[in-house]
């Protein structure tokens, strides 16, 4: 069965320190892993798909790695606008659905 | 591009009634849309995937007759919670991509029921 654990399940950062959050995952057939950003009470927003260990993606301060077994996303430089829940989701196989992690709450203090 | 609107954000009911969710992909033709439920400081859990033109597929423990998912067209689906209880109370959200990849998500839907 696909598997996707997200560590730490919380981080408290002040602004400036920079830090990783971690997807590992097990799946069979990975399709594609996807990093999102949710804020409360909002849906998911879309940061970044990864297809292939080794492939690397930057937005921001933000940037997505990919192996064969996690993915890490670096927050550079944090401001207190990054603080959110950030959402790693894996496509596998056959199937078109994802299945999340449960999620990373981040909070950036001034 | 590849916006999808879901509406209503938030809706309060009395025990014992149905509910309505629409999700629209607004640019973009979707065949295949999902319907997620999340509950406070969890993450999404997948309830059902909606077909344009057929039966939904729903994931075990999701009652199908509970959660009624109507995919009538290619740019609208529907989830309608019947015969509402306090513990359906949650958040719903409606994904949909136009090419299987890169999924968007709708801002979601507050249910309250009371």
């Known amino acids: 069965e696909d598997q996707v654990t997200q560590s730490p399940e919380a981080l408290r950062l002040q602004e400036g320190e920079s830090s990783s959050l971690n997807c590992s995952y097990t799946v069979s057939g990975l399709r594609g892993l996807f990093w999102y950003r949710q804020d409360p009470g909002k849906g998911p927003e879309f940061l970044f798909t990864?297809?292939?260990a080794g492939e690397e993606k930057e937005k921001e301060r933000l940037k997505a790695t990919l192996t064969k077994k996690e993915s890490f996303l670096h927050i550079t430089a944090p401001k207190p606008e990054d603080s959110a829940t950030y959402l790693c989701a894996v496509q596998a196989g056959g199937n078109n659905d994802m299945r999340f992690g449960a999620g990373t709450r981040l909070t950036v203090k001034p | 591009g590849a916006v999808v609107s879901q509406h209503p954000s938030w809706v309060i009911c009395k025990s014992g009634t149905s509910v309505k969710i629409e999700c629209r992909s607004l640019?973009?033709?979707?065949?295949?849309m999902f319907w997620y439920r999340q509950f406070p400081k969890q993450s999404l859990m997948l309830m059902a995937t909606s077909n344009e033109g057929s039966k939904a597929t729903y994931e075990q423990g999701v009652e199908k007759d509970k959660f009624l998912i109507n995919h009538a067209s290619l740019t609208l689906s529907t989830l309608t919670v019947t015969s509402a209880h306090p513990e359906d109370s949650s958040f719903y959200i409606c994904?949909?991509?136009?090419?299987?990849?890169?999924?968007?998500f709708g801002s979601g839907t507050r249910l309250t029921v009371v």
């Open positions: 990864l297809y292939s």
């Open positions: 994904s949909a991509s136009p090419n299987n990849y890169g999924y968007t």
């Open positions: 640019d973009f033709q979707a065949t295949t």
